[in-house]
């Protein structure tokens, strides 16, 4: 079956630094995403990758480790509006196309 | 382009009606994504089509759903008859080749079945 583990819920500090972990288990593998979701808003797309490693897009990064099924979205110098909830999002197999989300992470931001 | 548009965009309606969202996809994508979204399952995918045609309806919960897709710039996602367990957010997406590339999504439709 496909599984996608990301935590509930996170609350970090404005200024501050924060990483979103995402895990999964697919039966296959085609590329993972990170989407922001705002409350009462529709997802929209913040990053995408295939390769291992980290890709860089401002103060957003997302992190891909294929052997360990993980990744991560590091967000940098957090603003108020970075309050939302970030979903991750796998493409599972690769003679098909649907992309399978996690519940995703809501992310408070204080003051 | 306007984006995914859908409609409506709140819909509330009684047990057992007839419900009819709507979803017209970005020109030129060629796959086209119904997703329903609560706060206890996430974002679930119900069906997708390539080309007008179906081709994953796994994610269809029951007969009481069906989906279509007449021509490259409609779709409908159907609920007959509705229950209270179908409120949901309902979200469209449309996407050139989705497993490489980003998703768009629609507003989507708040449905409340009373």
């Known amino acids: 079956g496909q599984n996608i583990d990301q935590p509930t819920e996170m609350t970090a500090t404005e200024g501050a630094i924060v990483q979103i972990n995402c895990t999964y288990q697919t039966s296959g593998f085609n590329g993972l995403f990170w989407y922001q979701q705002h409350a009462g808003e529709a997802p929209t797309f913040l990053s995408y990758?295939?390769?291992?490693g980290l890709e860089e897009k401002g103060r957003f990064s997302s992190f891909l480790s294929r052997s360990k099924g993980y990744s991560y979205l590091l967000l940098k110098e957090l603003q108020m509006k970075d309050s939302a909830s970030y979903l991750c999002?796998?493409?599972?197999?690769?003679?098909?196309?649907?992309?399978?989300f996690g519940k995703g992470t809501r992310l408070h931001i204080l003051p | 382009d306007a984006g995914v548009i859908q409609s409506p965009r709140h819909e509330v309606t009684e047990m057992g009606q007839e419900v009819t969202l709507r979803c017209k996809p970005i020109s030129g994508h060629d796959y086209l994504f119904w997703y329903r979204q609560t706060m206890m399952r996430g974002l679930e995918l119900l069906i997708y089509f390539n080309n007008n045609v179906p081709i994953d309806d796994s994610g269809m919960p029951e007969d009481r759903f069906s989906a279509k897709m007449p021509n490259a710039s409609f779709s409908t996602l159907k609920i007959q008859p509705s229950e209270p367990r179908d409120s949901a957010v309902y979200f469209c997406?449309?996407?050139?080749?989705?497993?490489?590339?980003?998703?768009?999504f629609g507003q989507g439709t708040r449905l409340t079945v009373v």
């Open positions: 990758n295939v390769l291992d």
């Open positions: 997406a449309s996407s050139l080749t989705p497993a490489n590339t980003e998703a768009f």
């Open positions: 999002a796998v493409s599972p197999e690769n003679r098909d196309d649907k992309i399978i």
